[in-house]
């Protein structure tokens, strides 16, 4: 086998986990606990919806 062959494989089977491991992210609900809980972020705090939700 050819080291680009390898390279090849091993990129594939990186691709297939990272793929594997997507499926098994369970979406998440937002809003269940509207009235019994809450949350407060600091004024200089800075994140996307997408990093806030794992996407």
Do not use: N, W
């Not at 080291?3 to 809003?31: D, N, P, V």
């Amino acid at each position: 086998m050819t080291y680009s062959a390898l390279e090849e494989k091993i990129r594939i089977h990186q691709c297939q986990t990272i793929e594997a491991q997507t499926k098994t992210i369970q979406k998440r609900k937002l809003g269940s606990l509207k009235g019994k809980a809450s949350v407060k972020f600091a004024d200089d705090f800075s994140i996307t919806p997408e990093e806030l939700l794992g996407m």
